[in-house]
C-alpha cells in the first residue's frame, strides 16, 4: 500500500568476484521467477515502478515552467539510427536544427547555468583550479534554482524525508557539497572532477573515453561550436523510432577525438528539474548505484545516480521503452 510512504523496493545484488557462481545466480533468478528482474553486472535490480518519486517528479515536470518546448523553442533533426561506434556516421547534419537563445538566455537559470560551463578542465587526472570568481558564478546558479518553484517542491520532499534542514543556506550548502565539491575521480590522487562537471560539463579520460555530458544545452552549445558531431538516435532492436518531440533521447556521438556510444539526456528540461530529479534520488539511498523506475509523462526512465562518497558520481536518465543502459 502507498499511504503516503515511499513503497520500499527490494534490490538484489551479488558482490565480490567478477566470476560469480553461476548456479548460485540460477538458483536466485529461480525464486524470483515471478518478479520482473534485470540483470546488470554484478547487480539484480526488480525493475518495480516506484509510484511516490513518480508522482512526485510529475508535479515538478508541470511545475517546470522554464522548460524549453519542442517545436517552439527549439527543434532537433534525429535522421538515421546509430551503428557500432566503429561503423561511421548516421547523421549528416546536427541534432540541433535550432534553439531560441533569446529566451534560453532570458531565463535566470539557465544564463546562470551556461556561465558555468566553461569553469572546467574535461580531462581527468588534471587537478581543477576554482577561483573565486568560480565560486561566485556557483553561489549565483544556486541562489537562482533555490527560488524556482521545482527546487521549492524538492525541498519541501526531502524535508518530509528528514533529508534537508529546513533553512534554505543550509541545504543550499548540501546542494554545493554534492554538486560542486571537488574529488579525485577514478585512478587518479588529484581532485580532477565534480558531479556538476560530470554529469552537466562533459569529462574525457586519457583521451580516449567520453564520461558524463548528459545535458543538452552543453550538447548544444558544443554542437553549435563544431565540438559535438552527433551520429544518431540509440534504440534498441525492434523498439520505436524517437519523434523529434520526445524530450528524453539516446544518441551517439563524438567529442574531443572520442566516440560515445549510447548517452542519454533529457531535452529541453530546466536545470533545476535536473538538479532536483537527481538530487532526490541520491540523498533517498546510501547505496553507491541507485537506480528508480519511474514514469514521467509518457516515458518509463530508470533513473541512474552513482554516488562518490558524499558527491555525485554520475547521473542520467534511462529511457526503459526505447533506449539501452548508458555508457556512463
Known amino acids: 500500500m502507498f499511504n503516503g510512504q515511499q513503497t ?21 533468478r529461480s525464486y524470483s521467477v515471478n518478479l520482473p528482474i534485470l540483470f546488470m553486472g554484478l547487480q539484480l535490480v526488480r525493475e518495480a515502478l516506484n509510484h511516490e518519486l513518480s508522482t512526485l517528479f510529475n508535479e515538478m515536470w508541470d511545475m517546470d515552467v522554464n522548460r524549453l518546448m519542442p517545436g517552439k523553442d527549439y527543434t532537433i533533426d534525429l535522421q538515421g539510427k546509430a551503428g557500432a561506434a566503429q561503423q561511421g556516421d548516421s547523421a549528416a547534419r546536427r541534432l540541433f536544427h535550432n534553439v531560441n537563445e533569446e529566451r534560453l538566455k532570458s531565463i535566470k537559470t539557465f544564463a546562470t547555468f551556461i556561465s558555468l560551463l566553461d569553469n572546467y578542465e574535461t580531462s581527468t587526472g588534471v587537478a581543477e583550479v576554482v577561483t573565486p570568481e568560480e565560486i561566485a558564478e556557483n553561489n549565483h546558479f544556486l541562489d537562482a534554482i533555490l527560488a524556482t518553484k521545482v527546487m521549492k517542491l524538492a525541498h519541501e520532499y526531502l524535508l518530509k524525508k528528514n533529508l534537508a534542514k529546513p533553512d534554505l543556506a543550509d ?3 548540501q546542494l554545493y557539497d554534492i554538486w560542486f565539491q571537488l574529488y579525485a575521480r577514478k585512478g587518479g590522487d588529484s581532485p580532477d572532477s ?16 567520453i564520461l558524463g555530458l548528459h545535458n543538452w544545452v552543453q550538447f548544444y552549445l558544443q554542437e553549435k561550436r563544431n565540438q559535438i558531431d552527433y551520429k544518431g538516435y540509440v534504440t534498441q532492436k525492434n523498439k520505436t ?18 566516440v560515445k556510444p549510447i548517452g542519454s539526456t533529457f531535452i529541453g528540461v530546466s536545470p533545476e528539474f535536473e538538479f532536483a530529479l537527481y538530487t532526490i534520488i541520491f540523498l533517498l539511498s546510501e547505496g553507491k548505484v541507485t537506480r528508480e523506475t519511474v514514469m514521467i509523462e509518457e516515458y518509463k526512465l530508470q533513473i541512474v545516480v552513482c554516488r562518490h562518497g558524499h558527491h555525485i558520481g554520475t547521473a542520467y536518465p534511462v529511457l526503459l521503452n526505447t533506449s539501452s543502459e548508458d555508457s556512463t
Open 8 to 28: 520500499p523496493i527490494r534490490h538484489w545484488s551479488v558482490r565480490g568476484n567478477v566470476n560469480v557462481d553461476l548456479k548460485f545466480e540460477k538458483r536466485l
Open 241 to 258: 523510432r524517437p519523434d523529434k518531440d520526445d524530450q528524453v533521447l539516446s544518441i551517439q556521438f563524438s567529442w574531443k577525438g572520442s
Open 194 to 209: 565534480c558531479g556538476f562537471e560530470h554529469v552537466f560539463v562533459g569529462e574525457t579520460r586519457r583521451g580516449k573515453q
Open 171 to 173: 541545504f543550499k550548502h
